[in-house]
């Protein structure tokens, strides 16, 4: 069986409706297409991109490839948010002159230009370090005031590190650093949206249990589809979080590890899965966060993508 359930044939054979969306609207489903979905806006994250310096060519590319908007990723190595007199400025030009929106960045992981490589502690909101967590927030804290050149509309969060376990301590210490980071973000239009990780912090049930504990009334979720993929199922846990879901984070994998595929190119069931997004009620973009792969043209691919899952 296909990943859509259907046997044999390309992954996205139920799916190939002509023509893309030209511009964001509310259109009605498609009649007379079963399992036709309103249109979304098409989006992408520039991870597809994070291991090259950010540049304008680089956003051009994936505009090209039919990005109606996009998401930052937070790295120092990809985009220098602590440089801003010179990198960030060339990046706000680009979206100014282009028109162009910035929906999110992604808070950074680490705080160095290596992603740890040189021994540097991953970025964890979570942890029960006071000394660590205040350096936490503090980096996270240079990555929202891009929104002072580059207006932007969420700062997409993780709690905790991949697989780590629960405990109160840990989760007392999330809320916190949440409460601070949502009081800095808030004058400058940003909100915080928490993305569902593979760890015992950030189930649904969990996050659903922040969100209500702590009265974060503008707090929201970031749905990804391959973690709900790997941890459980992405029908459960869309169920689950629902009503909170603001962004998305699309991609594929084969539940075995959090490999940021291609839609298609694992084992979610895309027809379903698509389906469950548009009746998100806040209306959240379809967008890629995929790990680059030099064999694949990302421009052709996103219009493959985005000509499959998003309908005229």
């Not at 509309?153 to 991949?162: D, T």
């Not at 376990?165 to 949206?193: C, D, I, N, Q, W």
């Not at 890629?288 to 421009?299: A, M, S, Y």
Request: aromatic share 8%.
């Amino acid at each position: 069986m296909g990943c859509f359930g259907l046997p044999g044939g390309n992954a996205f054979d139920s799916l190939l409706w002509s023509g893309l969306a030209s511009k964001v609207r509310s259109a009605r489903p498609s009649s007379g297409r079963p399992g036709a979905i309103q249109t979304m806006l098409k989006a992408i994250s520039t991870y597809i991109y994070v291991r090259e310096r950010l540049h304008p060519g680089l956003l051009d590319k994936l505009v090209s490839g039919g990005a109606q908007t996009i998401e930052i990723f937070g790295a120092r190595q990809h985009l220098d948010y602590a440089n801003r007199k010179q990198h960030v400025r060339e990046i706000a030009d680009w979206f100014r002159t282009s028109g162009v929106p910035l929906h999110s960045v992604h808070a950074p992981l680490y705080a160095d230009y290596e992603w740890g490589r040189t021994g540097s502690p991953p970025i964890n909101i979570a942890s029960t370090d006071r000394a660590a967590r205040i350096e936490a927030m503090d980096e996270i804290k240079r990555a929202i005031e891009l929104a002072e050149q580059i207006p932007f509309r969420f700062l997409i969060q993780h709690i905790g590190l991949p697989n780590e376990s629960y405990s109160e301590h840990k989760f007392e210490a999330a809320m916190t650093s949440v409460e601070h980071l949502r009081a800095f973000a808030k004058p400058l239009g940003v909100r915080v949206l928490l993305e569902n990780i593979p760890n015992d912090l950030s189930s649904p049930e969990r996050l659903l249990e922040f969100i209500r504990v702590t009265h974060f009334g503008d707090v929201g979720v970031c749905f990804d589809t391959g973690h709900a993929h790997m941890v459980s199922d992405v029908p459960q846990t869309f169920e689950s979080l629902k009503n909170h879901i603001h962004s998305t984070h699309v991609h594929d994998n084969a539940k075995d590890r959090d490999s940021h595929l291609w839609p298609g190119a694992g084992t979610i069931n895309w027809k379903e899965t698509l389906e469950l997004l548009n009746t998100a009620p806040h209306r959240p973009p379809l967008l890629l966060e995929i790990d680059g792969d030099e064999k694949i043209n990302p421009v052709e691919k996103m219009n493959e993508i985005f000509g499959q899952l998003v309908p005229a």
